[in-house]
């Protein structure tokens, strides 16, 4: 029989062991007492309310069984009331995959469509990124207001491409940009997190995480956490060195070529759009130059 790898960042014991832990017994309806030593719920009350043997479960937690059935993941999902993107990812990492050789799209190429919709994006700030948060390509507007310090051409460079996350974490100039660091770190490893359910094998993957968590301590103690979310979309708040407060919404679509569009927009008629066109106006004037 094949032997499967194991990618130990997304090892189904140590995820279900997190999420039990911060489960409080009374949000299932379980009486609690002083004499309760362990945080969150106990192997044996998941096993009941999940519907499975606690040995079974048992095994499972403590990775002597690398995965379960569907049918199983999700009662086991239930008892630990995780959200729907954690329920996801749990599938992902506690079942097999059927075929990892092609699990790993061609993601460093970008379609003829793609590209002519990048050169029409003018007032929207865009990139294409692949599945690890590596920018393929940006508009100039994007590369203006989160990379200027970079070479507008460095994404076509497959050496020294940018990748969002590490960028936003190694980056000074990057991670100054963002007015909320808490939260926006905590959406990079957790969408990291989610994403790496999907490519339980990629070795580029595994090395990207493993270069955040020896050179970023707080990456590794977020990653550690384990916990999960699919940030498709949302609004955030950042501090621009050249024009200032700037709130802008972001959305994510898949592209038919197997890349991610990520677009950043302000509110129509508000003072973030005004903003922006700043921005815009000042891209303008630098290659009028």
């Known amino acids: ?4 790898e194991q990618i130990t960042n997304t090892d189904l014991g ?5 999420m039990r832990e911060r489960v409080r017994p009374e949000q299932m309806g379980l009486r609690t007492s002083n004499s309760r030593r ?4 106990r192997r044996e009350e998941v096993a009941a309310l999940a519907g499975v043997s606690q040995t079974y479960y048992t095994r499972l937690e403590q990775s002597r069984t690398a995965q379960a059935s569907p049918q199983v993941l999700l009662s086991i999902a239930r008892a630990l009331d995780l959200s729907s993107d954690e329920q996801d990812y749990l599938l992902k990492i506690g079942t097999a995959v059927q075929n990892p050789q092609r699990q790993t799209p061609d993601d460093d190429q970008l379609s003829y469509s793609t590209r002519m919709l990048m050169s029409s994006l003018g007032s929207v700030a865009a990139a294409v990124l692949n599945y690890r948060c590596d920018i393929l390509a940006w508009n100039p507007l994007y590369h203006q207001l989160f990379a200027p310090h970079l070479e507008f051409g460095v994404p076509q460079d497959a050496e020294r ?3 969002v996350i590490k960028m936003n974490f190694l980056d000074e100039n990057v991670r100054a940009l963002y007015a909320d660091w808490a939260a926006e770190s905590e959406s990079n490893v957790t969408y990291l997190r989610f994403i790496s359910g999907n490519h ?3 070795p580029r993957l595994a090395e990207l995480i493993g270069e955040l968590t020896i050179q970023d301590e707080e990456f590794a103690a977020l990653w ?8 498709m979309e949302g609004t ?3 501090d621009h060195p050249v024009v200032g407060e700037l709130e802008l919404m972001y959305q994510s679509a898949g592209l038919q070529d197997g890349n991610i569009l990520k677009l950043y927009h302000a509110e ?3 003072p973030h759009e005004a903003t922006l066109q700043l921005l815009t106006l000042d891209l303008n004037s630098v290659h009028r130059r």
């Open 14 to 18: 140590s995820y279900l062991r997190q």
């Open 200 to 202: 339980r094998h990629d």
């Open 38 to 41: 362990v945080p969150g719920l």
């Open 224 to 231: 550690c956490r384990q916990r999960v979310a699919n940030c």
């Open 236 to 238: 955030k708040l950042f």
């Open 1 to 4: 029989m094949r032997r499967v």
């Open 268 to 270: 129509p008629d508000s």
């Open 161 to 163: 491409r940018p990748n």
